[in-house]
């Protein structure tokens, strides 16, 4: 399943109430189990999605004059990363990008990326809209 697709169902298995943010749903199969979990602290924000067995995980951290987002990706086809990985390098053109295996890095000065702050508000709002509740923008 391709990155989008799998964000599609993940939209769709919100829209019909299966997943809850900052939650996690067990179930009687790990297949089953759909989570959208928001976590942070002082110098990150986490955010983890699990679904159908896969598990996605983007964390937004400042290290020094970086803010520097890793995607990790569990139990994806490496086409799949890979696609991910040129969608991100296209994105991200003007820092520096890193893909190794099934983790994707990007680097980039502070003082052109978000605050933790927004990132936050951002994975919040990312989660309720999978969860299907309202949100205003930030």
Do not use: H
Not at 57 to 86: H, P, R, W
Not at 91 to 113: F, L, Q, S
Not at 122 to 134: L, M, N, P, S
């Amino acid at each position: 399943m391709t990155m989008k697709k799998w964000g599609v169902a993940l939209l769709l298995a919100g829209a019909f109430g299966l997943m809850g943010c900052e939650t996690t749903t067990e179930a009687s199969n790990d297949n089953d189990t759909i989570s959208c979990k928001v976590t942070s602290g002082a110098y990150f924000v986490t955010k983890t999605y699990r679904y159908m067995g896969s598990t996605y995980t983007e964390d937004y951290e400042v290290q020094g004059s970086y803010a520097i987002t890793t995607k990790t990706f569990t139990n994806f086809d490496q086409a799949d990363i890979d696609e991910e990985c040129a969608d991100t390098m296209d994105e991200y053109w003007a820092d520096e990008v890193t893909c190794r295996g099934n983790t994707i890095t990007v680097y980039t000065p502070y003082e052109y990326a978000k605050t933790l702050d927004e990132i936050e508000l951002e994975y919040g709002a990312e989660c309720r809209a999978i969860d299907g509740t309202t949100y205003s923008e930030y």
